[in-house]
């Protein structure tokens, strides 16, 4: 930048020299056409020469002030200008009086104050100290103008260098740029390494996963049909046993006190053994325990069996119209709610493609629940939403029955759990079931409760069946 | 029943086979009942001994060295055998295992129920049933 501000100096000081140089031209022009002008008057008497004398000099004092002006700077051109300054009054003092000497008539006189040496002598220096004027300013000119174009090839060479650090930089940046693209590419590659790698790795655990799955599914079933077998025996056995008893206490049924094998009849307290009536009802009481223990624990295994079979059976995805599929739990529940005196009710429900018979169960077994644990102080009322929540939907089923406590909510969802007062029959799977089921569907259950006022169960499932392997079932 | 006929059991449980045993002679039935814990065991007899004469074949599935449907298969590929009526008797009720075993060419497919009164009714009136069955006899 300072170069630059020094060459705009260095070009206007240049224009200031032509200048300079062009009004020195001028007046000295101006003083000659002066001259001419009297002289031609002075031969002639025309006015016309007059004129010009007169026109021009106005001229030449504003000139002489620039030009003084210009030069102010350089000494020897002010010398030269300060000696040249009373010559020229001189010939303008001369010329003034020679037209002044022609118009007052004295011609001769005036022709005569020409040709003296005055005349001719004032405009010969006026004329040499204007060379020199001419020339100094030419010189000063010249080294100017050399200057100046110094300074060009200065401006020039740093322009050069600048272009060639701006193509320098240039350069570097592209191969910056490039450097980083390499670096980029070189990521992404491997970034879809890692990717195949991840997609690789999630297809070998889901592989992992379904086949854990499918062991559990497997190992469930076997377990539930090895466990069953023992208990055909323990059952059979038990109730052989349960046929001997009768035979040993003999076959009459309540008839406790006629005793078999025609055995003294009288308790035989009296030694501390047991009479035979007490010893049968031992009997009946033991084999009665283990027969209801067997019962129940076949109950379990059937559970345990319904679940893993449910968990392999294929899913059929298909559009259902869940205002339908309610319609026909509520009718088939209809018996039961009639009984309770329960109000269902049904809002405007979603259409899904999911499987039929996996939402029937779903749904029944949560109205079921609705329609089972009411409370006595108020009439039963179930009610049934649906609503959109993107690729979702979700279905609440809603009731004013018992509820469930806060610390039970998760443990009704467990096999086998239940919660509240025991008083209807169940076997602590049905919320299992139902949570095994819509997990499979790719969904959530919820629930949200408040003792003594009721409960909601939420369920969100997929709108479309989303491609289903084995999901988990317990 | 004919008299010549003979009962073949292939049940590994000890008890299982005591039960049916006991039921099968309470409907009536005196068929002698040969019994077998293992699969190879039953095929050892079954196709080693020459002319048994009429056999009817009362099959569990599950047995520890292979398993009741490999037998069925066995049984249905034996020039001699395979007209021999195969009641399979277990605890497995599973629809696919049932159909399967139906597919194979067995006569009757009976689930062993816990509750031992269904149990022992539904072999007394399998016992009914050997009475009135004819088997093929073996040329």
């Given at each position: 930048?300072a ?15 032509v ?9 000295a022009?101006?003083?000659?056409r ?15 020469f ?5 026109e021009t ?12 002006s210009a030069v ?17 009054s001189?010939k ?11 118009e ?5 006189q ?25 020339t ?20 020039l060479?740093s322009?050069?260098?600048a ?6 930089l240039?350069?570097?940046s592209?191969?910056a ?7 980029m ?13 991840l ?5 070998a655990r ?7 799955n ?25 109730s ?9 206490f003999?076959?009459?049924g309540a008839d406790?006190?006629?005793l ?7 308790p035989?307290t009296s030694?501390g ?8 009802g031992?009997?009946s ?13 076949d109950r ?6 319904t ?13 259902i ?8 739990i ?15 009710e049904?809002g ?5 493609v ?5 939402l029937?169960?779903?749904f ?6 609705a329609?089972k ?5 108020e ?14 939907v979700?279905?609440e089923?809603?009731?004013?029955g ?10 009704v969802?467990e ?15 049905g919320?299992?079931?139902?949570r ?14 408040t003792?003594g ?11 479309a ?6 999901g988990?079932?317990? | ?6 009962i ?33 065991a ?19 599935l ?27 008797l ?15 060419g ?15 009714h539904?072999?007394?009136q ?6 009135v ?7």
């Amino acid at each position: 930048m300072a170069l630059l501000q020094r060459a705009q100096g260095e070009r206007e000081r240049l224009i200031q020299t032509v200048e300079t140089q062009s009004q020195i031209d001028e007046l000295a022009g101006s003083l000659r056409r002066m001259e001419s002008g009297q002289r031609g008057y002075l031969l002639t008497g025309d006015k016309d020469f007059l004129a010009i004398y007169k026109e021009t000099l106005p001229t030449v004092p504003p000139k002489l002030d620039a030009i003084e002006s210009a030069v102010a700077n350089y000494p020897s051109q002010k010398n030269r200008l300060d000696a040249l300054k009373p010559l020229i009054s001189a010939k303008l003092s001369e010329l003034a009086e020679t037209i002044a000497l022609y118009e007052t008539g004295k011609t001769g006189q005036a022709l005569k104050l020409v040709r003296t040496e005055r005349g001719l002598r004032s405009m010969g220096e006026i004329s040499e100290l204007v060379r020199q004027i001419k020339t100094e300013n030419a010189a000063e000119r010249f080294s100017q103008y050399a200057d100046a174009r110094r300074q060009e090839r200065w401006l020039l060479g740093s322009n050069i260098i600048a272009v060639a650090l701006i193509v320098m930089l240039a350069a570097a940046s592209v191969l910056a740029v490039q450097r980083a693209n390499a670096v980029m590419l070189n990521a992404q590659a491997v970034l879809r390494d890692a990717n195949v790698e991840l997609e690789a790795n999630v297809a070998a655990r889901t592989a992992e996963l379904t086949a854990a799955n499918e062991e559990i599914q497997k190992f469930a079933y076997i377990v539930s049909h090895d466990l069953r077998s023992p208990l055909v025996n323990i059952m059979g056995f038990t109730s052989e046993l349960e046929q001997l008893k009768g035979e040993l206490f003999g076959n009459r049924g309540a008839d406790a006190s006629s005793l078999s094998n025609g055995a003294d009849p009288a308790p035989r307290t009296s030694n501390g053994s047991m009479s035979a009536a007490q010893l049968e009802g031992d009997f009946s009481e033991a084999l009665g325990f283990i027969k209801a223990s067997i019962t129940k624990m076949d109950r379990l295994i059937n559970a345990v069996l319904t679940i893993s079979r449910e968990g392999n059976r294929k899913l059929q995805a298909e559009r259902i119209d869940m205002n339908e599929l309610f319609t026909g739990i509520t009718a088939s529940a209809a018996h039961q709610s009639q009984e309770a005196e329960v109000s269902v009710e049904l809002g405007a429900l979603p259409t899904i493609v999911s499987d039929r018979l996996a939402l029937e169960q779903i749904f029944s077994n949560l109205v079921d629940n609705a329609l089972k644990y009411l409370r006595d102080d108020e009439k039963g009322r179930v009610q049934v939403k649906g609503a959109h929540h993107g690729g979702k939907v979700k279905i609440e089923v809603k009731d004013n029955g018992r509820g469930i406590a806060p610390r039970d909510q998760e443990r009704v969802f467990e096999l086998f759990r239940r919660a509240g007062a025991q008083d209807k029959p169940g076997e602590g799977m049905g919320l299992a079931h139902v949570r095994a089921l819509v997990r499979r569907l790719g969904g959530s259950i919820s629930v949200e409760s408040t003792p003594g006022q009721g409960s909601t169960f939420s369920v969100t499932l997929p709108r479309a069946l989303p491609n289903h392997g084995t999901g988990i079932s317990i | 029943m004919n008299n010549a006929v003979t009962i073949v059991m292939i049940e590994d449980d000890e008890g299982h086979a005591r039960l049916i045993e006991k039921n099968i002679i309470r409907s009536g039935v005196s068929n002698p009942i040969v019994h077998f814990a293992t699969g190879g065991a039953a095929l050892d007899y079954l196709e080693k001994t020459s002319k048994p004469g009429p056999l009817l074949i009362l099959l569990d599935l599950n047995l520890p060295d292979m398993t009741g449907l490999d037998i069925l298969k066995r049984l249905k590929a034996h020039e001699d055998l395979k007209r021999t009526p195969v009641i399979v008797l277990t605890t497995t009720d599973d629809k696919r295992e049932i159909e399967r075993c139906y597919e194979l060419g067995c006569s009757v497919y009976i689930t062993k129920p816990v509750e031992y009164e269904h149990f022992a009714h539904a072999i007394r009136q399998l016992g009914l049933l050997f009475l009135v069955i004819k088997v093929p006899e073996t040329s």
